[in-house]
């Protein structure tokens, strides 16, 4: 892995955190409006480093969650 793909890999697990931290916030208000929003969000984020394997089981796990909703 090169050091510009690593760089890439870590921004966007960092942005993935801070939408996960507004996802739980969303869950916890019961706003699913918000929460959908936040799902298709880190959806997003995920499918940029879908040749990752973590990046691409997080990104089972949020549609798992927006199909739940």
């Not at 921004?11 to 916030?25: D, N, P, R, T, V």
């Not at 929460?35 to 959806?43: P, R, S, T, Y």
Request: with cysteine.
């Amino acid at each position: 892995m090169s050091t510009n793909e690593l760089k890439a890999h870590l921004s966007a697990a960092h942005l993935i955190g801070h939408i996960q931290f507004y996802l739980s916030e969303a869950m916890k208000k019961n706003n699913k409006h918000e929460a959908i929003l936040h799902l298709k969000a880190l959806i997003h984020a995920c499918e940029i480093n879908e040749n990752n394997e973590v990046f691409k089981k997080w990104k089972d796990n949020y549609q798992n969650q927006l199909e739940k909703l």
